[in-house]
């Protein structure tokens, strides 16, 4: 499981980096939200992962916290998507402004040949 985890983190970073680097603002915008899926998976995974776990505390039995993940790291992805979605949103209103603007959608505001 933890290797599922890894190279779905990996390769979230991986192209959300190689869009950053592209020269279109809605690459750059679609590359960011990668990222923050990437690092939201990884906040996430920091909470230990547990398959087959029961979801309830039973009483007597020892030790029975060492076997449950920790709900705050999933409180933090849940805040993070929420704020993650909010910036998306204001960033597509920043692209509409700024090709309404300049015309272009370049990131440097001009085209690649010129």
């Known amino acids: 499981m933890e290797i599922i985890l890894a ?31 990437a690092v939201n998976l990884f906040i996430f995974g920091m909470g230990r992962l547990r398959t ?33 979605f909010a910036m998306t949103a204001l960033f597509l209103v920043v692209l509409l402004a700024s090709r309404g603007l300049t015309g272009t959608d370049h990131v440097d505001g001009r085209e690649q040949g010129q």
């Open 52 to 84: 087959g776990a029961p979801p309830i505390l039973h009483e007597g039995v020892v030790d029975a916290t060492a076997r449950y993940v920790d709900p705050v790291p999933q409180a933090l992805v849940l805040t993070a998507i929420v704020i993650g």
């Open 7 to 37: 190279i779905g983190i990996g390769v979230l970073t991986g192209s959300g980096v190689w869009l950053l680097l592209r020269p279109r603002t809605f690459q750059v915008i679609i590359g960011l939200s990668l990222i923050s899926y």
